[in-house]
């Protein structure tokens, strides 16, 4: 089975890459921009203004306003996970029920600390929350460079059908049930991006980023088993695969604000870039939900201290560098 209308609600980078890709599918697409100022920027430039080199597919219908979402089959759902439940909640009144609705942010919800299906269950209680994530940067992906996802629903037959509906011989989704492990790996890999910047923006040398990744990777699974994730889930395409892009590439928006920061701007500098990096976000929220369950993660929990001036850089490294000595697993 595949879907073959697709709506794709939210059209910066990412958005704009996967309506793309749904295109190169051979999906009738819809690409639902925040207002007709976005939307008729992005009819005269053929493209989106966050993703401006990479031509979209003219085939694809560009709109505004929930509406436009009403005869799709399935929804991408593609602004910043603080936008996640807000942006859902206006689709409520034009979706058909049991319409898959796919999360394609990287992130948990400031306040609620609810991961992003539980965030569309939330705001769209009759629609099936699906989640999309792994090491896929929006240049690459809307270029049709080689790329791998995970694609997850609770029900495997609609993770399936959105796999089919979206793969190519250029983008490869795996498809999966573990909703909940693809969603942690996605969020928590942007927090610990931006401890591994940090390190290559202060020059710390290549032995320390894979030292900070690796620890980094444990932190991400033992937050992930506390919170029910699969541990081949977290060691999967949107675990392990994205920390490791998002850890080592200026590509990446995560991993380039620790840098700015490892050079030497204040963190509220570095955030003045323009672009959206999720980890900042995330990580007091990561952080909070990591204390209320007793998982120990002192390289988020030194990504959180730093961007909210509690620490200096220097001060978060010295913290990492004397805990005591422990057994590694
Ligand atoms: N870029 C990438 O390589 C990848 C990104 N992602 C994830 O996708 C998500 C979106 O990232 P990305 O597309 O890159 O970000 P961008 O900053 O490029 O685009 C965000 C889009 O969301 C819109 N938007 C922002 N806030 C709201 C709001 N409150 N209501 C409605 N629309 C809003 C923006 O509109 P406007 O332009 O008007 O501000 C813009 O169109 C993030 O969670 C990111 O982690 C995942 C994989 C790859
Ligand atoms: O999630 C991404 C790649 O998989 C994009 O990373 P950034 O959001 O850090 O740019």
């Not at 889930?233 to 920061?261: E, H, K, M, P, Y």
Request: charged share 15%.
């Amino acid at each position: 089975m595949t879907y073959q209308r697709i709506a794709v609600v939210g059209a910066g980078a990412w958005g704009a890459a996967l309506a793309n890709v749904a295109a190169r599918a051979g999906r009738s697409v819809v690409l639902i921009a925040r207002d007709d100022t976005a939307a008729a920027a992005i009819r005269a430039a053929g493209a989106s203004p966050h993703l401006p080199d990479v031509a979209l597919d003219p085939a694809i219908a560009i709109a505004t306003g929930a509406a436009a979402a009403a005869e799709a089959d399935a929804v991408l759902l593609v602004v910043p996970a603080q936008a996640h439940g807000a942006v859902a909640a206006t689709l409520a009144p034009v979706l058909r029920p049991g319409t898959p609705v796919v999360a394609c942010a990287k992130g948990i919800e400031r306040g609620t600390r609810r991961f992003m299906t539980e965030v569309i269950a939330g705001s769209l209680p009759a629609a099936t929350p699906a989640i999309l994530s792994g090491p896929s940067f929006a240049a690459d992906v809307a270029r049709g460079l080689p790329t791998a996802v995970t694609l997850a629903a609770v029900d495997e037959a609609v993770a399936t059908a959105l796999a089919h509906s979206l793969g190519t011989t250029t983008l490869r989704p795996y498809h999966a049930t573990d909703t909940r492990g693809v969603e942690i790996g996605g969020a928590a890999k942007n927090v610990l991006a931006i401890a591994v910047g940090i390190v290559r923006g202060r020059r710390l040398g290549a032995s320390a980023q894979a030292a900070l990744t690796t620890r980094g990777f444990a932190e991400l699974m033992r937050f992930g088993r506390a919170y029910g994730a699969r541990a081949e889930t977290l060691t999967g395409l949107s675990g392990l695969g994205d920390l490791i892009l998002t850890c080592s590439s200026r590509q990446s928006r995560n991993f380039s604000l620790g840098v700015a920061i490892g050079e030497g701007l204040s963190p509220a500098e570095a955030r003045h870039s323009g672009l959206l990096a999720e980890g900042a976000f995330t990580a007091p929220v990561l952080v909070e939900m990591a204390r209320e369950r007793d998982v120990d993660m002192p390289i988020a929990g030194a990504v959180a201290a730093v961007l909210d001036g509690r620490l200096s850089v220097d001060q978060a490294i010295e913290a990492l560098m004397t805990r005591p000595f422990r057994a590694e697993h």
